[in-house]
């Protein structure tokens, strides 16, 4: 299925790295709007953990995306349930994070979570995180933002995220994982983490989490006018 020009509901992607900060301001843009929310990276690491419950390699492509279509995966109130079961915690560790970026580089799991993305399209609208959604999955979204920052910053935000959630941290290994990640989100041959052509970039090392939802938010009304 493809998403046709016409489509009338908006969409705002926000594409970027690991730990720039675009899933916070992504969902406090869809509060200030009154839109839906999806986080693609939440699917991923989602097949991630699933493929590890079945002893499934993670470098298995077809085995990866077999499994992928077998799974119940559902979004309740910032929640993330697999066939019923609150995962939400369970995903967001670092190893997760490492499988979802491993098994994201496989073009038949892709393939089988675009119709999966594309449902999350309903009115009034839907701000879109992740690292293709402005490249491929939403190619016509309204509003395509791409959010970065340098990986000094991210690992910084990350060391001081992880202390604050009272666990261990060490910015060296931060820094060299995200130095890992991104080369293999941007890498991959399939879908890789890219700045749409017509993507506005907007660099937060020097803006608070407010000022880059504002910036956002005040795109999105021009484009609205235009
Ligand atoms: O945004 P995140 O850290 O939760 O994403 C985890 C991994 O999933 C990321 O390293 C790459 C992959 N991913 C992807 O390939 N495409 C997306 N649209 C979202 C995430």
Same mark, same amino acid.
């Given at each position: 299925?493809?998403?046709?020009?016409?489509?009338?509901?908006?969409?705002?992607?926000?594409? &970027?790295?690991?730990?720039?900060?675009?899933?916070?301001?992504?969902?406090?843009?869809?509060?200030?709007?009154?839109?839906?929310?999806?986080?693609?990276?939440?699917?991923?690491?989602?097949?991630?953990?699933?493929?590890?419950?079945?002893?499934? +390699?993670?470098?298995?492509?077809?085995?990866?995306?077999?499994?992928?279509?077998?799974?119940?995966?559902?979004?309740?109130?910032?929640?993330?349930? %697999?066939?019923?079961?609150?995962?939400?915690?369970?995903?967001?560790?670092?190893?997760? &994070?490492?499988?979802?970026?491993?098994?994201?580089?496989?073009?038949?799991?892709?393939?089988?979570?675009?119709?999966?993305?594309?449902?999350?399209?309903?009115?009034? &609208?839907?701000?879109? +995180? &992740?690292?293709?959604?402005?490249?491929?999955?939403?190619? +016509?979204?309204? %509003?395509?933002?791409?959010?970065?920052?340098?990986?000094?910053?991210?690992?910084?935000?990350?060391?001081?995220?992880?202390?604050?959630?009272?666990?261990?941290?060490?910015?060296?290994?931060?820094? %060299?994982?995200?130095?890992?990640? +991104?080369?293999?989100?941007?890498?991959?041959?399939?879908?890789?983490?890219?700045?749409?052509?017509?993507?506005?970039? %907007?660099?937060?090392?020097?803006?608070?989490?407010?000022?880059?939802?504002?910036?956002?938010?005040?795109?999105?009304?021009?484009?609205?006018?235009?």
């Amino acid at each position: 299925m493809n998403n046709t020009a016409q489509n009338p509901i908006p969409v705002i992607a926000i594409d &970027g790295p690991s730990a720039s900060g675009k899933g916070t301001v992504a969902q406090l843009v869809a509060e200030a709007l009154g839109f839906g929310y999806l986080d693609s990276g939440a699917l991923y690491r989602v097949v991630a953990f699933a493929a590890k419950q079945n002893n499934i +390699d993670w470098g298995n492509a077809e085995a990866v995306a077999a499994c992928a279509t077998k799974l119940d995966i559902q979004f309740k109130n910032a929640q993330v349930y %697999l066939n019923n079961t609150d995962i939400s915690e369970d995903i967001r560790t670092e190893e997760m &994070g490492k499988g979802a970026s491993q098994v994201a580089v496989h073009a038949p799991l892709r393939a089988a979570l675009v119709d999966l993305q594309h449902q999350f399209r309903k009115t009034p &609208g839907l701000v879109a +995180d &992740g690292r293709d959604m402005g490249t491929v999955i939403f190619p +016509d979204a309204q %509003l395509k933002i791409f959010l970065t920052a340098s990986t000094e910053t991210r690992a910084d935000r990350r060391y001081k995220q992880l202390l604050g959630k009272g666990l261990p941290a060490d910015y060296e290994a931060i820094l %060299l994982d995200l130095r890992e990640r +991104d080369a293999r989100d941007q890498g991959r041959a399939s879908a890789p983490l890219a700045m749409a052509a017509d993507a506005i970039l %907007l660099e937060t090392d020097h803006l608070t989490i407010a000022q880059a939802v504002d910036t956002v938010l005040q795109n999105f009304r021009h484009k609205k006018t235009q």
